[in-house]
């Protein structure tokens, strides 16, 4: 093959003296004369992978003992040979149909041995040639060919291609240094397009489908055109190569330059007295670790990390992962607090002026202070977990309770994290590696004993990146957390001086072991008499700055606030309450903008007005006594509601069907209520053969919402007597409680919500269980001045205050007043609720 040196030369088949003399030899070897019809023959020269050009001068490998036999007859004959090249360079024994049909005659030389199974021989190439036909095959092939004369005559077009390939081609003689510059001259001194084209196709590596390709184009200014195509190509990929080298080679030369320099101003520096400035770097560390109040196994592990950094070279890696970790020792507070104001009246003050309500959070608070002012030294800090629905005011609690005691307030929101290093860290090993978010946000409180809140710890996730919930039980246990160990800082870290509170929506998703480190105050929620304080002492005023207007500009009256709560909120926090509130402060405000008319004084017609429809409708009680009708109190999570139970009989065989979005419990109170009934069938004067000829629908409305729980047991006990006795339920008594088989009330929960529910539905009597007496302590005043609460153990109490007695019986009129009497007409029922139509038999 052809190599990229000038003039081309085998991987050293022959040495520079040798070549002289073998070249002389092959120019001695006239061209083969062509005969009376134009052809010359010769013997064949199979080319497997390799291409020689007219006029190029080139070594050959040989390795097949018949191509050795062709040029040996060859010689011995002193002729030329046809160079064919071969479709398939991988066919040992080509036949005729195997060979381009465009080949060259050649001069061939002398063959050395370059090992056992190869040699080689110094060829050049003479003139292209077309086969005509192969007169030979065995035991060598010959041919017969026509040469081809190339046009002689330059045109203008030849002339700008020649010039073009000429320009390049110096470029790329000045790019690859194995091409000498002998090689350019030699281009410029050839006149013929296709000798140029030839001559440079030789001079660098190309595919052998392009040096194929170039062979048979017979047009020397198209073969020209395809030449200086390949060149430019070469010369951009070795303009790339040159940019690349140069680029590696002025870094390189640039860092030496900075070292040498470097060590001159080292050397001046030393000659003036002087330091340089990283030696005035590692001082400045050195003066911060004696300087920083540190424990002293903290102080230790600094000055051994500084040691190490001192030793280091100043462009090591190494050096900003040793100075980011001294760093991080230095700013953490290891001893310096704030002191605690234990002012408890102070600190009442200030929760009572930020939030309304919240009892059992503030005096939580207020009675960790008061231990604290005895005995400063041995109070443990509290780690509380507010739980409660979103708005209630539970992260705005931590704020108050921080100003409160004077300390810093830090919030870190845990909603999503599902990486053990997002709260341990990462090891120092890893590249980019920082401390937990535990650590990062203790080091932008600034002091030891911040108040910490984690924030929505609900919400924590697992992968297969670890637990962060089991991270965090170091960090809130008071046992542990004196010592808390990141996997960055590799130090034990004093927490136990932090005040932690945590924030949750619910208790469900929180792992059992986290929630048993944690104090938890539930938040309920705010009822309506708390909305309307907060609105009145915190909303409206923070609504009118927001937006522009003067405190006592507008006034909102107690129906529109009441309005806006019932009819355009449905939430146990007070979160879309102040949006509503702030919708309708924006309307006002663009009406004085507008300097329009605007009203002073919000009413309910005005809230319409500005809010549009309602968009939520409150739940009121029944306006008629009926059968089989029952109202239920139900707790929800924004806050209580009523929640009428509809039972149906129907002729059947039994069957008990309930609908509207029922849960297990539910349905299993269901199930407990209709058995109670059953067993008491003659305390009722009922058949018990009706039981299965009767088929029991109950219904609760508003089927989208899902419900569940066993406090509606007694309601649906009572729907479902009320139904079989025909025995109307008053639509003024609202119940809860769980049935028993044995007719016994167990108390429920949520009874503060319940109770507040039945009076904003109107109603004036509420059944509770006799065990929640002891939860109306929270009830307000006006709410059980305003409704009876009966309290009752068993089920036969319910039925009486529940249900109205059976009307009696009208005599039957005589025969001849019955013909008498005109027939009455059919009575027409009216309302929502379909009428419970006669057992069977009844």
């Not at 030369?9 to 002389?24: I, N």
Request: net charge negative; charged share 30%; hydrophobic share 40%.
């Amino acid at each position: 093959m052809s190599d990229n040196e000038w003039p081309p030369q085998g991987d050293g088949a022959f040495q520079a003296e040798d070549l002289q003399r073998r070249t002389e030899e092959l120019e001695g070897i006239i061209d083969s004369i062509p005969d009376e019809d134009g052809l010359i023959e010769c013997p064949v020269l199979p080319l497997r992978d390799t291409i020689v050009f007219p006029q190029m001068v080139s070594p050959l490998f040989i390795g097949r003992a018949r191509t050795l036999l062709a040029i040996d007859e060859a010689l011995d004959n002193h002729q030329t040979m046809i160079g064919l090249a071969q479709r398939d360079p991988a066919l040992e024994h080509p036949g005729v149909d195997d060979f381009l049909p465009i080949g060259v005659e050649m001069a061939v030389g002398q063959v050395s041995n370059v090992s056992e199974q190869a040699s080689s021989a110094l060829v050049q190439g003479r003139r292209r040639i077309e086969v005509v036909e192969f007169s030979q095959l065995e035991p060598v092939m010959y041919v017969r060919a026509r040469i081809i004369e190339e046009p002689q005559l330059v045109g203008p077009r030849a002339a700008a291609l020649m010039r073009n390939v000429q320009q390049q081609f110096e470029r790329y003689v000045s790019l690859n240094r194995s091409i000498p510059e002998e090689a350019y001259n030699y281009a410029v001194s050839i006149e013929g397009p296709g000798w140029l084209a030839d001559m440079v196709a030789m001079s660098f590596n190309m595919q052998i489908k392009d040096q194929q390709a170039l062979l048979v184009m017979l047009d020397p200014v198209s073969r020209l055109e395809r030449v200086l195509t390949l060149l430019k190509h070469e010369v951009d990929v070795l303009g790339l190569e040159e940019e690349i080298r140069s680029k590696v080679q002025n870094e390189f030369e640039r860092g030496q330059r900075e070292n040498y320099l470097r060590e001159q101003m080292k050397a001046i520096q030393t000659e003036l007295g002087e330091t340089d400035p990283w030696t005035r770097e590692l001082e400045e560390i050195h003066n911060r670790i004696q300087k920083t109040d540190l424990p002293e196994e903290v102080k230790m592990r600094a000055m051994k990390e500084l040691g190490r950094l001192g030793q280091m070279p100043p462009m090591s890696p190494e050096v900003g992962v040793i100075r980011t970790y001294i760093d991080w020792i230095l700013d953490l507070p290891w001893s310096d607090g704030t002191e605690d104001n234990l002012d408890v009246p102070h600190a009442a003050e200030v929760l009572d002026k930020n939030h309304y309500g919240l009892p059992k959070a503030k005096d939580r608070i207020l009675e960790y202070i008061a231990v604290k002012s005895l005995k400063p030294k041995r109070a443990r800090q509290p780690i509380l977990c507010f739980v409660g629905p979103p708005g209630t005011g539970k992260t705005s609690l931590g704020r108050s309770i921080a100003d409160s005691l004077g300390r810093e307030f830090v919030r870190l929101s845990l909603g999503g994290v599902r990486d053990e290093a997002e709260i341990r860290g990462h090891r120092r090993t890893y590249i980019g590696a920082l401390p937990g978010r535990i650590l990062q946000t203790m080091r932008r409180a600034g002091k030891i004993n911040p108040l910490f809140m984690l924030d929505e710890v609900d919400k924590l996730s697992t992968d297969y990146r670890g637990d962060p919930a089991s991270a965090l039980l170091e960090v809130l246990d008071p046992e542990q957390n004196n010592a808390f160990s990141d996997h960055y800082l590799e130090l034990p870290y004093d927490l136990s001086k932090v005040m932690f509170v945590t924030t949750a929506n619910t208790r469900d998703t929180i792992p059992w072991a986290l929630l048993d480190r944690m104090e938890v105050i539930e938040f309920p929620g705010y009822i309506e008499e708390e909305k309307l304080e907060i609105a009145r002492h915190f909303l409206i005023q923070r609504q009118m700055e927001e937006n522009g207007l003067e405190a006592g500009e507008i006034e909102f009256s107690d129906q529109a606030l009441k309005r806006i709560m019932r009819e355009y909120t449905y939430e146990a926090g007070v979160r879309n309450l102040e949006r509503e509130i702030g919708r309708v402060a924006r309307k006002v405000a663009r009406l004085k903008a507008e300097e329009k008319t605007y009203p002073q004084q919000i009413s309910g017609t005005v809230v319409e007005k500005f809010l549009g429809p309602p968009e939520f409708t409150t739940n009121k009680a029944e306006r008629q006594d009926e059968v089989g009708v029952a109202t239920a109190i139900a707790w929800t999570s924004a806050g209580g509601d009523i929640m009428p139970v509809e039972v149906l009989l129907m002729e059947g065989k039994g069957n008990l069907q309930i609908t509207g979005q029922i849960g297990e419990v539910m349905q299993e109170s269901a199930q407990a209520a209709l058995s109670y009934l059953k067993s008491r069938a003659k305390q009722f004067k009922l058949d018990p053969e009706i039981f299965e000829e009767t088929d029991l629908h109950i219904h609760i409305p508003e089927g989208a919402i899902p419900k569940d729980g066993p406090s509606a047991g007694i309601t649906m006990a009572t729907a479902i007597i009320s139904a079989f006795t025909k025995r109307k339920v008053r639509h003024d008594v609202g119940m809860t409680g769980e049935i028993t088989l044995r007719g016994r009330v167990l108390p429920v929960g949520g009874v503060r919500e319940k109770v507040l529910a039945a009076h904003r539905a109107e109603l004036k009597t509420v059944i509770l269980p006799r065990r929640n007496v002891k939860d109306l302590v929270d009830v307000p005043k006006k709410a059980m001045d305003d409704i009876q609460i009966v309290p009752v153990t068993q089920m036969d109490q319910v039925l009486d205050v529940a249900l109205l007695p059976k009307p009696p019986k009208q005599p039957k009129p005589s025969k001849e007043k019955q013909s008498a009497a005109p027939k009455p007409e059919p009575k027409k029922t009216t309302g929502d609720l379909p009428t419970a139509a006669p057992p069977p038999g009844a």
